[in-house]
């Protein structure tokens, strides 16, 4: 852990040495990459979630699922 923390401390020390308009930059350009993935990950989350749902509710309002099968529950022939 120590040894992460003194690369950190190393990271922190050369991008204070830069100047400004190129810490602006670095730091967009590593924000930007992480939004990307960010957004790439809650996509696909919610993709999963919206299926699962989608066929929780497809499966509960098939007939058969509910017990309206086509010779159940039908008296209009007799």
């Known amino acids: 852990m120590h040894t ?3 690369w950190w ?3 922190e020390l050369w991008l204070t040495g ?3 308009v190129l ?3 670095l730091v967009m350009v590593v924000l930007a990459v992480i ?3 960010v957004v ?3 996509s696909a989350l919610i993709d999963r979630v ?3 749902l989608d066929s ?3 499966r509960a309002h098939r007939p058969e699922a509910a017990g309206h099968g086509a010779a159940e529950g039908n008296d209009d022939s007799v």
Do not use: C
Request: aromatic fraction near 4%.
């Open 35 to 37: 939004a990307m993935l």
């Open 18 to 20: 830069l100047p400004f």
């Open 50 to 52: 919206a299926d699962a």
């Open 56 to 58: 929780r509710l497809a």
């Open 23 to 25: 810490q602006v930059s």
């Open 9 to 11: 401390d190393s990271v």
């Open 4 to 6: 992460i923390a003194q």
């Open 40 to 42: 790439r990950v809650l």
